[in-house]
């Protein structure tokens, strides 16, 4: 008879029945892997149900602000590539006028020799004023003694006197006689005759206008 060690004991029944040995841990391994698919599956659907549709539509919304981003971005860049034009052709200018500064500080001798040539034409153009005003105005003297000179000898004008006075206040009128004994007919202040002009009646005689000088007779 074989011997056994101390820790191992065998059961033998006394009859002539096969051992069946059971086994109890298998069924409780399968329920718990099971348990962890239905989970796996459940939280698959869950997220193909409920996240994946959000995480599609924040992904499309994050694509349209990047295009927006995009679209903003292109406008600015076009915006400072315009400014950047307008800065190359104020720099031209600044250049051309930087330039023509520089041809005009070379030309300043000349502008300045210009400048005293005009000054000296400008006085010479004033001397020749004054010199041609004086010789004007000797011409007009000198015109005005010939025609003095030429001028025919001015008759004198008869002498006139008072013939006869008539009416009162406003309604004076005399009555006139040169030294050949013409009479003139009734004049009232106003009226002519043979260039004497009465200017007004009154105090026994009248005031005459002869060749632009007033002259008082009396009766």
């Known amino acids: 008879m074989t011997s056994l060690p101390d820790d191992f004991s065998v059961v033998a029944d006394q009859s002539d029945a096969p051992i069946r040995v059971k086994k109890r841990g298998f069924p409780v391994a399968a329920s718990l892997g099971w348990l962890a698919c239905m989970g796996l599956i459940a939280g698959q ?23 927006q981003a995009i679209q903003t971005l292109t406008s600015e860049i076009g915006a400072l590539s315009e400014t950047a034009k307008r800065l190359d052709a104020h720099q031209k200018q600044l250049d051309d006028m930087a330039a023509n500064l520089g041809q005009l500080s070379l030309k300043q001798n000349t502008v300045t020799d210009l400048r005293t040539d005009i000054e000296a034409l400008r006085a010479r153009i ?4 004054v010199r041609f005003k ?14 003095r000179a030429n001028a025919s000898p001015k008759v004198p004008s008869p002498t006139v006197k008072i013939y006869s006075m008539r009416g009162a206040n406003e309604l004076r009128a005399v009555t006139l006689i040169n030294d050949q004994g013409q009479i003139s007919p009734p004049l009232m202040p106003g009226d002519s005759w043979q260039g004497a002009r009465i200017i007004s009646i009154g105090g026994g005689g009248a005031v005459l206008n002869r060749n632009g000088k007033d002259e008082r007779i009396t009766l």
Do not use: M, W
């Not at 004086?134 to 025609?147: D, F, G, L, M």
């Open 134 to 147: 004086a010789a004007s105005e000797a011409r007009e003297r000198v015109i005005v003694k010939a025609t």
């Open 126 to 129: 004033d001397d020749l004023g």
């Open 45 to 67: 659907a869950y997220f193909l149900l409920y996240q994946k549709p959000a995480l599609e539509q924040s992904y499309v919304e994050s694509v349209a602000r990047h295009d």
